[in-house]
């Protein structure tokens, strides 16, 4: 389907569209240029998209033009949104009229529903219509690739409003992958991400996941880390590096970490524990009472990412990262306690796991906690940040979650990064390689 069909319009004449072509280099585009997800076709706004191109081109500083990407069940759909669209913004004659009506009618639309796109009484689309020739109305309207269904009213098509290239890829991308369960209306673009991500999620879980995933330099387990790691051998991992649920129900775990954190970690070796900052005091007596020794706190800073803590009045702008050791801590080189983030400091979505970390973050902990060829083991792979950030440093990695959907994610991940596609190819440089202190 190419984007001329949903031109039922006549074009602008040269006097309206240097009009329109002067009041972009003015304004800017004022009202949004309609994407159709599925195929990028521009479904209405072709002439202010022609000249804001022409604008630019000519050297002419015209802002980013507002797009809205939405995605169609189907063509008639698609029509609906077309006319709706465009025929209250542009002044026709009779015939122009007339024409479209015929164009509507001919794809099955009812006299009733054609007047009310087009804003007249159904005896007046009957009137246009005998100025053109009745044209045959099929009863059902044929589906692109295959099947029939039947004349309806149109639905509010799903839609996503952005202002860069980049934006309306992601929107396109999230109203794909959300398909037939996009709610029917305006969608923010970060929410439908988290949606689409959701979706993504529940659909890797329904995937057959094996207990153990093992492969050249990694392995997963699926399971909780209370009963996955218990054939491990005491002292045979050398950094932990890992995120456990920052949730009141996660609490506990940090006990169980500990617990086997202070086995499974050669003496004198760092765990690196993400941690919220809610019962902090908690979570480290848990740590403690685990049997590890607390060692130093560490921070991550992303400028990006901040919470406002609305109680207690604070702007939370950094993540806690607990050093504790296996028996005493045995320094074997100067190690960094910030990992202070570039720019923003990561995707504004977190486009795997709802609480996905930033790679640059976890390759900080992992280059600070231990060396290349050693093990590094996280229990709680949420998207297998952790594990991308391990095998992108040359350690050996050892991961798990109690989801099975994460332990998938992550394994597709670590496909792409060994196949050279993923995050490894651009991580951000750490903190030390940029001179944080
Ligand atoms: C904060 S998330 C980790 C996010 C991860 N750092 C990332 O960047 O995507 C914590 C993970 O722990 C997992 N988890 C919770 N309870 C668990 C348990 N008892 N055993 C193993 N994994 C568990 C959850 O499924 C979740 O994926």
Known sequence: MTGERWQLLPPLDDDEYATLKADIAEHGVLVPVVIDAETGDVLDGHHRLRAWQELRAGGVKVPNYVREVRRFADDDERLGFVVAA??????????????????????????????????????????????????????????????????????????????????????????????????????????????????????????????????????????????????????????????????????????????????????????????????????????????????????????????RITRLMVYGRHRCVLLYSAGRFTPRKWIYDSYVAEGRGGPESRPLHPWQQVVGTMRHWVLMASEPGETVLDPFLGSGTCAVAALSEGRRFLGGDNDPGCVETTRQRLEELLAGEGAGASLPPTSEEVGAT
């Open 86 to 307: 465009n025929l209250f913004r542009r002044h026709l004659t009779r015939s122009q009229r007339a024409e479209v009506v015929a164009r509507l009618r001919a794809e099955g639309w009812s006299l009733r529903r054609i007047g009310e796109a087009v804003g007249v009484h159904h005896d007046t689309v009957r009137e246009d219509l005998s100025i053109v020739g009745n044209p045959t109305i099929p009863e059902r309207v044929e589906r692109k690739g295959g099947g029939t269904y039947p004349a309806r009213r149109p639905r509010r098509a799903p839609s996503i409003v952005v202002e860069t290239d980049r934006d309306e890829r992601r929107a396109a991308a999230a109203l794909k992958t959300l398909g037939e369960s996009a709610p029917a209306k305006l969608l923010g673009l970060i929410k439908a991400e988290e949606r689409a991500r959701d979706l993504r999620l529940a659909e890797r879980r329904q995937a057959q996941v094996p207990e153990r995933v093992t492969a050249d330099g990694f392995e997963l387990r699926c399971g909780d880390l209370r009963e996955a790691w218990a054939d491990i051998p005491d002292g045979s991992v050398d950094a932990i590096v890992t995120d456990p649920p920052y949730n009141d129900e996660g609490l506990s775990l940090y006990g169980d970490l500990a617990r086997l954190a202070a086995r499974v970690l050669k003496p004198g070796r760092l765990a690196a524990v993400y941690a919220g900052h809610g019962r902090l005091d908690e979570r480290m007596a848990l740590l403690a009472e685990g049997g590890l020794s607390y060692v130093w706190h560490g921070v991550n800073v992303l400028p990006g990412q901040h919470s």
